[in-house]
Each structure stands twice: as C-alpha cells, then as structure tokens.
C-alpha cells in the first residue's frame, strides 16, 4: 500500500538494505518537516534501533496509515 502523503503516526517498511542498519525494518513516522514545503523531509523511529531520514515518500512502503 503505497500512499503519496505520508504523515506523523503512518507505520513504514523500510526498504531491504545490507548495508545500513535501518534495512528491512519497521517503524513509525515522527517528524515530518517542514509541513506544507515542495520539499519534505521526513523522520522515521524505529524501536530499539534508532532514527532514519529519508525525502522521497516512494523510499517507503506504508503499512498503517495514522487515522
């Protein structure tokens, strides 16, 4: 389920990467930033892991849009 407008709360898959150690994981979108730019920025969590950033909303895969 691929979404074009990401926002805090939305659950993410993050793609398959040896390389980093964010590869494959999960987590939750915290900071989205600046809100209402043409470029945005965007701040993932990942629990026990740590925090990834990534600007492009097709690097991810949405897996539970925040209501």
Same mark, same amino acid.
Do not use: C, H, T
């Given at each position: 389920?691929? &979404?074009? =407008?990401?926002? @805090? %709360?939305?659950?993410?898959?993050? /793609? /398959?990467? /040896?390389? !980093?150690?964010? %590869?494959?994981? +999960? %987590? +939750? +979108?915290? +900071?989205?930033?600046?809100? *209402?730019? &043409? !470029? @945005?920025? !965007?701040?993932?969590? @990942?629990? =026990?892991? =740590?925090?990834?950033? $990534? *600007?492009? @909303?097709? $690097? #991810?895969? #949405?897996?539970?849009?925040?209501?």
């Amino acid at each position: 389920m691929q &979404s074009k =407008g990401i926002k @805090v %709360g939305d659950l993410v898959k993050l /793609p /398959p990467n /040896p390389a !980093y150690w964010w %590869g494959d994981q +999960i %987590g +939750i +979108i915290d +900071i989205v930033e600046p809100e *209402g730019s &043409s !470029y @945005v920025s !965007y701040r993932v969590f @990942v629990p =026990g892991k =740590g925090f990834a950033r $990534f *600007g492009d @909303v097709n $690097f #991810v895969e #949405v897996v539970s849009e925040n209501r």
